[in-house]
């Protein structure tokens, strides 16, 4: 299933006290589908996932898709490494009005293949909502391999995987071997570019909410058969995508909305804002323009 080219893993803002900022958060859905985004996911990492409880994340579900109101896909995070928890949190998801599910491959526990593709099966099977499976190994400590996704797409509404394990070999025999609706997108911002080349969709992005324009023009000039400029695209915000990561995700990149104008707040421990120097650092890498691009 086709999400659109560019979607935004969105970051929750937090009003002084660390609680939801609803306000904060429809000014942040609105920049964000007019700058580039085709669509949203909801409380997953980028959104502070492991801080938020069911009924903050549910909460937010409605609002996201309250706000976007059908302009833009809504992808609501209701992965764990809890079966039991991820099938209760989707079933109450799918009354919040999304358009989609992304379940993240279960962390800590260490599951072995079976154990993955049952867990998913468990939860797509509890609802009619289409699913984006969720491979980052450098967070969870295990990974998907591509047998186990390619198994998983024969399940109806398994629709797509965000590919965060950094592995081209590994996603070129996904998206061989799964049926020509199912899509691949990237989950590290700068393999985008590498990712479309062997046939993959687009991106699952943090720096969308600040390059969000700027990587659709990169995706379009790729399609468009233009490499060379979108090459040129990669090669001039490669540096900006670094800067959003040079810190723990996603403090970087709330400060950087913050500099922007488009008040997110700070994060919830256990993870600290950036300090001054940090601040600093960011500020070198992200273009002047963007300091009043919300304004």
């Known amino acids: 299933m086709n999400f659109g080219q560019v979607l935004t893993a969105m970051v929750t803002p937090f009003d002084q006290n660390g609680e ?3 306000n ?9 589908i007019a700058n580039g985004s085709d669509g949203l996911v909801v409380a997953g990492t980028t959104g502070e996932s492991p801080t938020l409880t069911d009924a903050e994340k549910l909460e937010l579900f409605r609002f996201v898709a309250q706000v976007a109101d059908g302009r833009v896909a809504v992808v609501a995070g209701t992965g764990s490494n809890n079966t039991r928890a991820s099938v209760e949190l989707t079933r109450q998801a799918e009354q919040t009005g999304v358009d989609a599910i992304m ?3 279960p962390y800590y526990n260490k599951p072995s293949q079976e154990g993955l593709y049952q867990h998913y099966k468990a939860v797509a099977e509890v609802t ?4 984006m499976l969720y491979n980052i190994p450098g967070r969870s400590a295990a990974k998907i391999a591509p047998e186990t996704v390619i198994r998983l797409s ?17 996603m070129t025999e996904i998206i061989t071997k799964t049926p020509d609706n199912f899509t691949l997108y990237s989950g590290d911002d700068g393999l985008t570019l590498p990712v479309l080349a062997i046939g993959g969709t687009g991106i699952v992005s943090v720096s969308a909410h600040i390059l969000g324009n700027e ?4 995706v379009n000039s ?13 090669q001039e915000i490669l540096p900006v995508m670094k800067a959003m990561f040079a810190q723990p995700s996603p403090s970087p990149v709330k400060a950087a909305l913050n500099l922007m104008g488009i008040p997110v707040g700070d994060v919830r421990l256990p993870m600290v804002p950036l300090n001054s120097e940090e601040i600093n650092a960011l500020k070198q890498n992200l273009p002047a323009y963007k300091f009043t691009a919300a304004g």
């Open 20 to 22: 939801i900022d609803f």
């Open 222 to 234: 790729y399609n468009y058969g233009d490499v060379k400029r979108a090459a040129a695209i990669h």
């Open 103 to 105: 379940l993240t491959t």
């Open 215 to 218: 990587m659709q023009e990169m």
């Open 128 to 131: 009619p909502l289409p699913v």
């Open 154 to 170: 024969e399940i109806d509404n398994i629709v797509s995987v965000k590919e965060a394990s950094g592995d081209l070999d590994a």
């Open 24 to 32: 904060a958060t429809r000014t942040l859905v609105n920049y964000l």
